[in-house]
């Protein structure tokens, strides 16, 4: 279970992310 918790988080972070800063540019105030 543990590890469940752990490696879904990090496929999250490694699919999710690039796909959305890949389709949502970053704003400029930031």
């Not at 590890?3 to 930031?30: A, M, N, Q, R, W």
Request: with cysteine; aromatic share 6%.
């Amino acid at each position: 279970m543990k590890k469940l918790l752990v490696i879904i988080p990090l496929l999250f972070v490694l699919y999710g992310c690039p796909s959305l800063v890949d389709e949502i540019p970053p704003d400029p105030g930031t």
